[in-house]
């Protein structure tokens, strides 16, 4: 089928659907809600659809859109379940399960017809991670039902009046209940309310007399004071007490028209230093290696279990700026102490990486001169990995990876790829050209021509359509909580192959004889050549777009990453 997806921005959801109806051999186009009703309307004529689906919509369809075509709603909640802030009210009231529910487009919302639901469960984790993983496959599996159901003619949707579905409306969950009573509330309230608004809205208060909205949460098991007082910093991410203990938060966002001249997020410890350079808060350092029962955040780790090392990493929206580079490096070199065989890289759950931090970026005070360390730094990162010759390294990817974060992860030797990860490997929609040795490992993995293809269509790939070009390894279909659990078994199993030895030798041989053959400091010269003309011209897109793309405003954005109406390609 000819199917459009219609959708308020083309966000980590949108880009599955696509790549995965796209797989299933649907003609598959999007248009972004967000430009207004008149060129949704434009698309449907012009494309003429089967079927609409809507993955995210912060505005209503125009009411001829779905009175003259079937039009299906994606609602990440279950039958029933009405109003805009469904996943906000699951994490705050505790739920242990949800739901996501594709129904029909009417006038009232989120009342139309069932055409498929599927439930998920709720760990404790931030709505965005949530969102983009249980929420994210239980959506996919939902609308892959209903387009089925639709297409076979005979299905007839379940009307939210049949006794079987009870309706609740849930209003929009306000910043008055997002709050958080530092006297009063302990930490586990302050966490949920942390997690509710991850990352969008955030939870609005003050710190330094100035309101921030805070973004993220994690307990801290040792650190203790006065409820309210920050009391300690860690990888740009600050300490604040609670009434019984303390959390981590490691992001802040200014609000907009506080006079902060980048009022979108960005660690913690950036925004106060810029508000309060005398600030000192004690360093709190946390070791590498946790020590067992130890509960608190830390956004680099590492463990081993017999012959295998695990170096995870979590960054905040997958984006790694130059420092979180530098001590992702250190960490690395340190892992290569370790006596092992194989080295995993990579998170339990969640962003894999999305390259440089365009948010740190274009708060600096210099944002040319930021870009290029940051990307000197994650090249320094990515070299360090391609370098490693005396042990397998493993890219394990529990969750999306995009630009250099996506060639980050082709460095290793095997890349592993949770079955509902989508993989954005291409620079050009940010006016990039992109580095991080991508012109040596993409060719090298998928073939020149289609490394060309992948970069110039700069279009999202799922990991099955990823696994068939040969762009990743292995799949790994497990649940997001089963995931880290299933990569450790299978490194198990690959740090005992009997053939193990002989793969070592065979990776150092053959980057030996690539070394020979061009210095992987040439592909690194040639790239950084391209990238130092974008980074230093101040005529280039790439500065409005970043500008555009981080501060959230449509002049100078980049196009959705799928063909919009008149894009041919």
Not at 58 to 68: F, G, N, Q, S
Not at 193 to 216: I, M, N, T, W, Y
Not at 319 to 335: E, G, I, K, N
Not at 433 to 447: A, I, K, M, N, Q
Request: charged share 25%.
């Amino acid at each position: 089928m000819n199917i459009l997806l219609v959708a308020s921005a083309f966000n980590s959801l949108s880009q599955r659907l696509y790549a995965e109806l796209s797989d299933h051999g649907h003609g598959v186009d999007v248009v972004l809600a967000s430009h207004g009703p008149d060129p949704v309307r434009a698309a449907v004529r012009e494309r003429r659809p089967d079927l609409i689906v809507a993955p995210m919509l912060r505005t209503a369809l125009p009411e001829d859109l779905w009175r003259e075509h079937t039009c299906l709603i994606v609602h990440p909640g279950p039958p029933g379940d009405r109003g805009p802030s469904s996943l906000d009210w699951a994490i705050d009231g505790r739920a242990e399960q949800w739901g996501v529910t594709v129904l029909q487009a009417e006038a009232a919302m989120d009342a139309g017809a069932v055409w498929a639901a599927e439930p998920f469960p709720v760990p404790p984790v931030g709505k965005s991670d949530l969102y983009r993983n249980e929420a994210s496959d239980a959506a996919v599996t939902a609308v892959l039902a209903a387009v089925r159901r639709y297409a076979e003619g005979s299905y007839k949707p379940l009307p939210q009046t049949d006794e079987s579905v009870t309706v609740v409306w849930r209003d929009a969950f306000r910043q008055d209940r997002r709050r958080i009573d530092w006297e009063r509330d302990d930490t586990g309230t302050v966490l949920r309310k942390l997690r509710a608004a991850d990352s969008q809205p955030g939870v609005l208060d003050e710190l330094l007399g100035r309101e921030v909205f805070l973004h993220g949460g994690h307990p801290e098991d040792r650190l203790r004071g006065r409820p309210g007082a920050l009391l300690a910093k860690r990888a740009g991410a600050v300490c604040r007490a609670t009434r019984d203990g303390a959390v981590w938060i490691p992001e802040l966002r200014p609000r907009k028209g506080s006079g902060d001249p980048a009022p979108f997020r960005r660690p913690a410890c950036h925004v106060l230093a810029s508000w309060s350079p005398g600030l000192a808060l004690p360093e709190e350092p946390a070791p590498l290696e946790l020590p067992p029962g130890r509960r608190t955040w830390t956004d680099i780790r590492y463990r081993q279990h017999g012959d295998v090392g695990f170096l995870g990493f979590s960054f905040p929206g997958g984006a790694m700026s130059t420092d979180q580079c530098r001590r992702l490096l250190a960490a690395y070199r340190q892992a290569l102490t370790r006596p092992t065989r194989v080295l995993v890289l990579g998170g339990t759950r969640d962003f894999f990486s999305n390259g440089i931090h365009l948010n740190v970026v274009e708060a600096a005070p210099d944002p040319a001169r930021e870009s290029w360390s940051n990307l000197q730094a994650m090249d320094d990162l990515v070299e360090a990995v391609l370098r490693t010759t005396d042990r397998l390294v493993v890219a394990a990817l529990g969750g999306n990876a995009a630009a250099g974060g996506a060639m980050l992860a082709l460095a290793a030797d095997q890349v592993w790829c949770r079955t509902g990860v989508v993989l954005n490997p291409h620079y050009r929609r940010m006016g990039l050209y992109g580095s991080e040795f991508w012109t040596y490992t993409l060719p090298r993995r998928v073939g020149s021509d289609h490394a060309r293809r992948l970069t110039a269509e700069a279009l999202p790939v799922s990991a099955a359509s990823a696994a068939r070009t040969g762009l990743v390894d292995r799949l790994v279909p497990a649940a997001p909580r089963n995931f880290a659990a299933e990569v450790e078994r299978l490194a198990a199993e690959l740090a005992t192959a009997p053939d193990l030895e002989r793969r070592i030798a065979a990776k150092a041989a053959a980057r030996a004889a690539d070394e020979r053959e061009r210095p992987l400091a040439h592909y690194r010269e040639a790239e950084l050549t391209r990238m130092h003309a974008v980074f230093f011209d101040p005529r280039s897109p790439y500065h409005a777009l970043r500008s555009a793309f981080v501060r959230k405003t449509p002049a100078g954005s980049p196009r959705p990453l799928a063909p919009a109406p008149g894009d041919v390609r």
